[in-house]
Structure formats: structure tokens, C-alpha cells
């Protein structure tokens, strides 16, 4: 009947027709009316006020040399060589044409859209011809902790296209980095898609490729710092879909390089245009597999299409791809789960091809260094539970795609701050590094607000850790205003130093109480029973304790450093905490964002249901009956400022050391972990609320 139509308009009318109706066969009226109503919506343009949500978030960074540390993980970088001219290029495109011919010429196409990139003055816009510029890009990834490059092979039935680069750093063999090959198996467009439109190059595919190939790469996969695992050179296949027979082409690869003296090769090939092993019916022939994203992002997340003067682009947001990802990465994949082919993850940056586009193009707006990070450390921790050292490859997409939007190279705007960031990731350190602040301009408050007349402030310490006590009163000398202190230790030793030591150098600390308690309970049993009968003297109050690092994954002492930096850090912060609670009177507790390394731990305990009935029962001890949710909300790491009538029932139900278990280095599930994570329902219960605290991206 379609065929009665010859009108393309009228044709897509009728069967959106009839689709409509069987839509509402089988759903419905109600839901197909509003099924339709949210296609309309989802397809319209996009005004400036949907999209004030998804700018750039980053800030400028001087480079950081993390070279002292040692990774976890090998990071393997996509490099791209088209950066510097040649002759097919100069036809195509026109006289002296590279990659940053596109970057310098792009205009933003909405407020916000950061565009155009400029490369950092260090670097500039260089020339991939120029082995000064290659020994100074290997320098910048040693530094961060980059295990090596993958190089794009742009190879032709023989015939190859930017390859200088990749020859260039084979004859510097000590330029001192691993690498591999991805061969760019595709049609060169002048769409830049690699389909079948307006072909420049294409990729003929013919009998005599497969041997010819391996020819052609033997002096790279020979090479000593190729990319090797069991002694296997690692070969990539951006996309395996388009590679005809491709199970006889992978067989005569193999058979190839036994023949020429490689010896056995590993074949991985890249999850691109929806392709896996399995799809392609390839998984007894391919050795592993690589995720490249954009390609292969879960769908479940919105676009966004914005019009710009005629022309169109899609938006994504990267925050919420990012949620997605760290929401299903541990989940196994049911179509691999029988594969046994490794799969090998892949992070990449704010992906943005508006500089090769004019229109069709897309973003992932909304790019944030912290969803970078978060990303990378939710890949790194399931490579590291996934595979041994000698195998725990994880890769960025990309080193330098400049008009894709995603690269590690500094720029001119934000300095270093991608390839420091991922740094932080695969060291496992904190993402945060600099003084707090609490999204706001400083504002000094008046100390006559404060009252200080009458001492309504307090700070309650439990120091166990006495090597700490230095950095604890140097931390507490930045309040700015007269305080009473309360300490708690487990030593008569220890007392005496701390009675010393806080007299005499904690200067606003106008008077000092120390106490001494069985080590048992942790911070918590000392805290509410030294403040106990004190509670209620004072306005505000302030609990921190020693936290040093007793566990093999190191990061509890930057954990510490961080906690200490938000409650106290330096002056500005403290009259900023101050301010919240004074300019809000129903703020009851502050408290800062969850530490990074530790998100995956915000749970009620390794058994959740127990977990949360214990902090039930607590609540029900001082007499608090309240639906909590699922999700835990609490201080992690138990330091926080608090407004005492927000939290003193916690005190007053005669809760003493005894009730708490003795120390056997418990991890979770003891009443102190129940108490940890009850302030909070304490404080709603009492008609307050909280806040947490964000730090600067530095």
C-alpha cells in the first residue's frame, strides 16, 4: 500500500498512522497520548534555559608531576597523527590542512558550549613531524602515569596516510613509552563518519590484504616497546564489523605472523557501531575485546536536540551518562557472561565534534572533571578485581582528539587539568586537592553575632593517634574566635601530653578538658559520653578525631587531610560555616561531600538490611521512631559541625563505653557504625536539616 505514495512525506505520515494505532491497540489512548507528547518534547529544540545545566565544569591547573607514585593499572591513551600536513589532505581539504584547522575555526553553538579549544602555550599548535613535540608529549604521559599510546594505523590495501609520526617515534628508540596499534579500518569521508558517502580513500578489502597487512606492521609489533602480553603482540581493529570474512582475515593474521617471525599475536577489537565479539560471531577468533565510547554508551540516557540557525546538534548529558555507567558496570553483561573474553574498559573526556561538523554534530555537554574522575576510578577498581597486573589494561579515548573534545593535552583555558585529574584516578588519590569552600563568596561574619560573652562553641576530640597532635591544633587554630575543647585519649601518658600540649599552643582554646576512656567504641562511645552532661551548654559544636591509615589501601590518611581541610582548613572556611548556620537557622548539621574513594563504602553495612535495623534500634533507644529510606545519608568518617540542639537527644539516653562492643577492628555493623550513621535522621527528627560541603576543582 506504501507503494501508492509517492510522497516521502506522506509515506512516513502513514505509518507514524499506523503505528499510532496499534500503539493505542495495545497500550491504550491515556498512553500512547502521552508516549506521543514525550517524542514531541524529546525531539524539540532545546531552549537556553534547559541547557544552563550542561557547561564545562573545570577549572585552570598548573601541570603536576606525579611520576613519585605507582599505578595500578596500565592506561593506555588513543593518539591521533593527523597533525601535521600531507598531500592527500592538502587535495581533500585544502593547502597545509591538520587536525587544528578545524579546532581554530569553531564557534560556539549555545551559551556555555566550550569551543573553540586552543592548545596551552607549552604545547601550542604544534606539528606531529617534529620529534621535539613527540619527546615532549611522552615526557607529559610518563609523568602521569600513562602506560602508552595507541597509535591510529591508517593503512589502505598497503597504503598508508599520516603515518609519519608512528615512524618518526620508531626511530627514536629511546623515547622510553609502550605502545600499540588500532588499525582505522575505514572509508575516509568527507562526513568524517566512515560510511559510504562522498568517499575519499576507500578500504578494498581484497585477497591480498590480510598478508600484506602483517607485512606491513611487523616493525612495529617487533619493536621492544610494543605493547605485549604473554609475549603476544596486542593488535586493535577499530571496526571489525566492516572487515568481510573477517574470521578468515583474523586466521591469516595469525598464520601470518607465526610464518614472518612475530610469533602469535593477540587480536582485540573495538566495540564500535554497536558490534561486539559475539554480534560478529567472532569470539573463538579475537582475544579481547575494547569499549570506545561514545560508541556503546547505555541508551537509556536522554538527547537532547538543539537548532542553531537552520543547522541541528544533539546534546547528551555527561553527567548522567557517567551516573549510568557507574550505576551498571559491575553488573555482568548477560550476552558475555558464557564469553570468557576479556573486555577491556574505556573512559573518554567531554566528546564534542562540533569542530568537524556544521551541523549533525554532537556533544556531551556538560562536562565535569569530577564525573571524569568518578568514571575512571569505577573502571579502574572493577579492572582491578577483573584481571592481574600484567593484564589490567584500561584505556582513555582520547590523548589528543582536539575537534572530537576529548583529550588529555593541556589547553589554554583549563591548563592541565584533564590529564591531572585522571592522574588522581589511577593513583587512587582524592580528587579534591586545595581549600574548601561552600559555593559561595567569603562573607566575614561579626563576632558580636556569635555572642561570645558566653562560650557557646565547642570542639570534642578523640585522639587516640598522638602522633597527630600537631597537625589537630594547627588545624583548630584556624577558628578564629574562643572555644572550649574537649579531648579524649586512652593513655594517662597520652593525657598529660595532650593537657600539655593543648594549653599551651591551642590558642583559642580558652578552656580544655581531657579525659581519659578504654579504647573501646572508637570516637563515638568517648564522644557522647565526655559531652554527655555538656552538651547543652554550648550553641555549636565541632567533633574530629585521629584517623590514620592502618589498612593496606593507603587512603585514610588523605581521607583525614580532606575532612580536616572542609571542617576547619583555614579562617575564610570556618566564618563560611558559620554563616550558613547563622543565615539558616534549620541547619543542623554540616559536613563535607563524601570522600571519592570511598562512595562505594556509603552503604548501611555489608549486610544493608541489619545494617540499617541497627541504626533503627539506636534511633529507637533515644526514643526517635522515622522512616529512613534506602539510601544512607551521614558524615562519612564521623567529623562534622553541628548545631547541639539539632543532635543532643543522643546524649541524654545514658549511653555509656560499656554498651559498646570491645575493639577487634571491627569494619562495620557495631553500634559506633550505627551511631555514625544517625546524626543526620537525629537532626530531621528535630526539625533541622544539613548540608555538605563541596570543595574548588584544584
Same mark, same amino acid.
Given at each position: 500500500?506504501l507503494?501508492e505514495?509517492? *510522497?516521502?512525506?506522506?509515506q512516513?505520515?502513514?505509518?507514524?498512522?499506523?503505528?499510532?494505532?496499534?500503539?493505542?491497540?495495545?497500550?491504550?489512548?491515556?498512553?500512547?497520548?502521552?508516549?506521543?507528547?514525550a517524542?514531541?518534547?524529546?525531539?524539540?529544540?532545546?531552549s537556553?534555559?534547559?541547557?544552563k545545566?550542561?557547561?564545562y565544569?573545570s577549572e585552570?591547573q598548573e601541570?603536576?608531576?606525579?611520576?613519585?607514585?605507582?599505578?595500578?593499572?596500565?592506561?593506555?591513551?588513543?593518539?591521533?597523527p593527523?597533525?601535521?600536513a600531507?598531500?592527500?589532505?592538502?587535495?581533500?581539504?585544502?593547502?597545509?590542512f591538520?587536525e587544528?584547522?578545524?579546532?581554530?575555526k569553531?564557534?560556539?553553538r549555545?551559551n556555555g558550549?566550550?569551543?573553540?579549544?586552543?592548545?596551552?602555550d607549552?604545547?601550542g599548535?604544534?606539528?606531529?613531524?617534529?620529534?621535539?613535540?613527540?619527546?615532549k608529549?611522552?615526557?607529559?604521559a610518563?609523568?602521569?602515569?600513562?602506560y602508552?599510546?595507541c597509535f591510529?594505523?591508517?593503512?589502505?590495501?598497503?597504503?598508508?596516510?599520516?603515518?609519519?609520526p608512528l615512524d618518526?617515534?620508531l626511530?627514536?628508540?629511546?623515547?622510553?613509552?609502550?605502545?600499540?596499534?588500532?588499525?582505522?579500518?575505514?572509508?575516509?569521508?568527507?562526513?568524517?563518519?566512515?560510511y559510504?558517502?562522498?568517499i575519499?580513500?576507500?578500504?578494498n578489502?581484497?585477497?591480498?590484504?590480510?598478508n600484506?597487512f602483517?607485512?606491513?606492521?611487523k616493525k612495529?609489533v617487533?619493536?621492544k616497546?610494543?605493547?605485549?602480553?604473554?609475549?603476544?603482540?596486542v593488535?586493535?581493529?577499530?571496526?571489525?564489523?566492516?572487515?568481510p570474512?573477517?574470521?578468515?582475515?583474523?586466521?591469516?593474521?595469525?598464520e601470518?605472523a607465526?610464518?614472518?617471525?612475530?610469533g602469535?599475536?593477540?587480536i582485540?577489537i573495538?566495540?564500535?557501531?554497536?558490534?561486539?565479539a559475539?554480534s560478529?560471531?567472532?569470539?573463538n577468533n579475537?582475544?579481547g575485546?575494547v569499549?570506545?565510547?561514545?560508541?556503546?554508551?547505555p541508551?537509556i540516557?536522554?538527547?537532547?536536540?538543539i537548532?542553531?540557525?537552520?543547522?541541528?546538534g544533539?546534546?547528551?548529558d555527561?553527567k548522567?551518562?557517567v551516573?549510568?555507567i557507574n550505576?551498571?558496570i559491575?553488573?555482568i553483561?548477560?550476552?558475555?557472561?558464557?564469553?570468557n573474553l576479556?573486555?577491556?574498559r574505556?573512559?573518554?573526556?567531554?566528546?564534542d565534534?562540533?569542530?568537524?561538523?556544521?551541523?549533525?554534530w554532537a556533544?556531551?555537554?556538560?562536562y565535569s572533571?569530577r564525573?571524569?574522575y568518578?568514571?575512571v576510578?569505577a573502571i579502574i577498581?572493577e579492572?582491578k578485581r577483573?584481571?592481574?597486573?600484567?593484564?589490567?589494561?584500561?584505556?582513555?579515548n582520547?590523548w589528543n582528539?582536539?575537534?572530537?573534545?576529548?583529550?588529555?593535552e593541556?589547553?589554554?583555558k583549563y591548563?592541565?587539568?584533564?590529564?591531572?585529574?585522571?592522574?588522581?584516578?589511577?593513583?587512587?588519590?582524592?580528587?579534591?586537592?586545595g581549600?574548601?569552600?561552600i559555593?559561595?563568596?567569603?562573607?566575614?561574619i561579626? *563576632?558580636?553575632l556569635?555572642n561570645m560573652?558566653?562560650?557557646?562553641?565547642?570542639?570534642?576530640v578523640?585522639?587516640?593517634?598522638?602522633?597527630?597532635?600537631?597537625?589537630?591544633?594547627?588545624?583548630?587554630n584556624?577558628?578564629?574566635?574562643?572555644?572550649?575543647?574537649?579531648?579524649?585519649?586512652?593513655?594517662d601518658?597520652?593525657?598529660?601530653?595532650?593537657n600539655?600540649e593543648?594549653t599551651?599552643n591551642?590558642?583559642?582554646?580558652h578552656?580544655?578538658y581531657v579525659?581519659r576512656f578504654d579504647?573501646?567504641?572508637?570516637?563515638?562511645?568517648?564522644?557522647i559520653?565526655?559531652?554527655?552532661?555538656e552538651?547543652?551548654?554550648y550553641?555549636?559544636?565541632?567533633?574530629?578525631?585521629?584517623?590514620?591509615?592502618r589498612?593496606?589501601d593507603?587512603?585514610?590518611? *588523605?581521607?583525614?587531610?580532606?575532612?580536616?581541610?572542609?571542617?576547619?582548613?583555614n579562617t575564610?572556611n570556618?566564618?563560611?560555616i558559620?554563616?550558613?548556620?547563622l543565615k539558616n537557622k534549620k541547619?543542623?548539621?554540616?559536613?563535607?561531600d563524601t570522600?571519592?574513594?570511598?562512595?562505594?563504602?556509603?552503604?548501611?553495612?555489608?549486610?544493608?538490611?541489619?545494617?540499617?535495623?541497627?541504626v533503627?534500634?539506636f534511633l529507637?533507644?533515644?526514643d526517635?521512631?522515622?522512616?529512613?529510606?534506602?539510601n544512607p545519608k551521614?558524615a562519612?568518617?564521623?567529623?562534622?559541625?553541628?548545631?547541639?540542639?539539632?543532635?543532643e537527644?543522643?546524649?541524654?539516653a545514658g549511653?555509656?563505653?560499656d554498651?559498646?562492643?570491645?575493639?577487634?577492628d571491627?569494619?562495620?555493623?557495631t553500634?559506633a557504625?550505627?551511631?555514625?550513621?544517625?546524626?543526620v535522621?537525629i537532626?530531621q527528627?528535630?526539625?533541622y536539616?544539613?548540608k555538605?560541603?563541596n570543595?574548588?576543582l584544584i
Amino acid at each position: 500500500m506504501l507503494k501508492e505514495y509517492d *510522497n516521502k512525506f506522506l509515506q512516513k505520515a502513514f505509518r507514524l498512522f499506523v503505528k499510532g494505532f496499534a500503539s493505542i491497540k495495545g497500550r491504550g489512548l491515556n498512553k500512547t497520548v502521552k508516549k506521543v507528547f514525550a517524542y514531541i518534547y524529546k525531539r524539540r529544540p532545546l531552549s537556553l534555559s534547559e541547557i544552563k545545566n550542561l557547561f564545562y565544569e573545570s577549572e585552570y591547573q598548573e601541570n603536576i608531576d606525579f611520576s613519585k607514585y605507582t599505578p595500578k593499572v596500565k592506561t593506555i591513551a588513543f593518539y591521533l597523527p593527523q597533525f601535521h600536513a600531507i598531500l592527500e589532505n592538502d587535495l581533500w581539504w585544502g593547502k597545509n590542512f591538520t587536525e587544528w584547522t578545524n579546532t581554530c575555526k569553531v564557534d560556539p553553538r549555545f551559551n556555555g558550549h566550550y569551543q573553540p579549544r586552543e592548545p596551552h602555550d607549552d604545547f601550542g599548535y604544534y606539528d606531529l613531524t617534529d620529534i621535539e613535540i613527540i619527546k615532549k608529549q611522552v615526557l607529559l604521559a610518563k609523568q602521569h602515569g600513562i602506560y602508552g599510546f595507541c597509535f591510529y594505523l591508517y593503512w589502505f590495501s598497503g597504503k598508508r596516510l599520516l603515518e609519519k609520526p608512528l615512524d618518526l617515534f620508531l626511530e627514536y628508540p629511546e623515547i622510553d613509552i609502550n605502545f600499540c596499534l588500532c588499525w582505522a579500518n575505514e572509508n575516509w569521508t568527507r562526513t568524517w563518519d566512515g560510511y559510504d558517502k562522498e568517499i575519499l580513500i576507500k578500504q578494498n578489502y581484497s585477497e591480498e590484504d590480510p598478508n600484506k597487512f602483517i607485512d606491513d606492521i611487523k616493525k612495529y609489533v617487533t619493536d621492544k616497546r610494543y605493547i605485549k602480553i604473554d609475549g603476544e603482540p596486542v593488535i586493535l581493529v577499530y571496526n571489525p564489523g566492516r572487515i568481510p570474512n573477517v574470521n578468515n582475515v583474523f586466521n591469516i593474521w595469525r598464520e601470518k605472523a607465526i610464518n614472518s617471525g612475530i610469533g602469535k599475536i593477540k587480536i582485540w577489537i573495538c566495540r564500535t557501531f554497536e558490534h561486539t565479539a559475539k554480534s560478529l560471531n567472532i569470539v573463538n577468533n579475537v582475544d579481547g575485546e575494547v569499549e570506545f565510547p561514545p560508541h556503546g554508551l547505555p541508551t537509556i540516557h536522554k538527547e537532547k536536540i538543539i537548532k542553531i540557525k537552520g543547522n541541528t546538534g544533539t546534546i547528551y548529558d555527561y553527567k548522567e551518562i557517567v551516573n549510568k555507567i557507574n550505576c551498571i558496570i559491575d553488573r555482568i553483561d548477560s550476552d558475555d557472561s558464557n564469553m570468557n573474553l576479556p573486555l577491556y574498559r574505556t573512559s573518554m573526556l567531554g566528546w564534542d565534534n562540533s569542530a568537524r561538523r556544521t551541523s549533525g554534530w554532537a556533544a556531551y555537554a556538560g562536562y565535569s572533571l569530577r564525573f571524569f574522575y568518578i568514571w575512571v576510578r569505577a573502571i579502574i577498581n572493577e579492572t582491578k578485581r577483573k584481571y592481574n597486573e600484567d593484564s589490567s589494561f584500561i584505556f582513555i579515548n582520547a590523548w589528543n582528539e582536539w575537534a572530537e573534545g576529548t583529550y588529555l593535552e593541556p589547553d589554554k583555558k583549563y591548563g592541565y587539568a584533564n590529564i591531572n585529574t585522571l592522574s588522581k584516578a589511577i593513583y587512587n588519590l582524592p580528587f579534591y586537592i586545595g581549600k574548601p569552600i561552600i559555593q559561595r563568596k567569603y562573607e566575614k561574619i561579626n *563576632n558580636k553575632l556569635l555572642n561570645m560573652d558566653d562560650i557557646k562553641i565547642c570542639v570534642q576530640v578523640h585522639l587516640y593517634d598522638i602522633e597527630l597532635i600537631d597537625e589537630i591544633i594547627m588545624n583548630l587554630n584556624y577558628i578564629p574566635f574562643p572555644f572550649h575543647c574537649y579531648i579524649s585519649t586512652d593513655t594517662d601518658e597520652k593525657l598529660n601530653i595532650i593537657n600539655n600540649e593543648f594549653t599551651q599552643n591551642c590558642k583559642n582554646a580558652h578552656k580544655v578538658y581531657v579525659k581519659r576512656f578504654d579504647n573501646r567504641g572508637r570516637d563515638v562511645a568517648p564522644f557522647i559520653e565526655q559531652m554527655e552532661n555538656e552538651i547543652d551548654k554550648y550553641e555549636f559544636l565541632l567533633h574530629i578525631h585521629s584517623k590514620k591509615s592502618r589498612e593496606d589501601d593507603g587512603y585514610n590518611d *588523605n581521607w583525614r587531610e580532606y575532612l580536616y581541610n572542609h571542617l576547619l582548613g583555614n579562617t575564610e572556611n570556618i566564618y563560611n560555616i558559620f554563616f550558613e548556620f547563622l543565615k539558616n537557622k534549620k541547619i543542623g548539621l554540616i559536613f563535607p561531600d563524601t570522600y571519592q574513594l570511598i562512595e562505594s563504602l556509603i552503604l548501611w553495612g555489608t549486610d544493608e538490611e541489619q545494617g540499617k535495623n541497627n541504626v533503627m534500634d539506636f534511633l529507637k533507644r533515644i526514643d526517635i521512631k522515622m522512616n529512613l529510606g534506602d539510601n544512607p545519608k551521614f558524615a562519612a568518617g564521623n567529623m562534622f559541625w553541628a548545631r547541639t540542639k539539632a543532635i543532643e537527644k543522643a546524649f541524654k539516653a545514658g549511653i555509656k563505653q560499656d554498651d559498646f562492643p570491645n575493639e577487634e577492628d571491627q569494619k562495620d555493623m557495631t553500634l559506633a557504625h550505627a551511631v555514625e550513621r544517625s546524626w543526620v535522621y537525629i537532626a530531621q527528627y528535630e526539625g533541622y536539616t544539613f548540608k555538605q560541603m563541596n570543595s574548588k576543582l584544584i
